[in-house]
């Protein structure tokens, strides 16, 4: 597990392992830990615009 304080959205990189994948930490090379994979989804869903309400 990544042990890293912080990882920005742009660090995450996602790898195959086996048929599953895993999203990684460039810097580090480790899979996320599930409270910064929390965090990144967060990010991501803010970041693609469907945590919005459209009218």
């Known amino acids: 597990m990544c042990s890293c304080p912080k ?6 990189e996602f790898k195959l392992a086996g048929m599953r994948v895993i999203p990684t ?3 580090c090379g480790d899979a996320l830990s599930e409270q910064q994979l929390a965090k990144f989804e967060k990010e991501l ?11």
């Not at 990882?7 to 995450?12: N, P």
């Not at 869903?45 to 009218?55: L, N, P, S, V």
């Open 7 to 12: 990882v920005h959205f742009y660090e995450v």
């Open 45 to 55: 869903i803010q970041y693609w615009g469907f945590g919005e309400k459209t009218a």
């Open 25 to 27: 930490h460039k810097n």
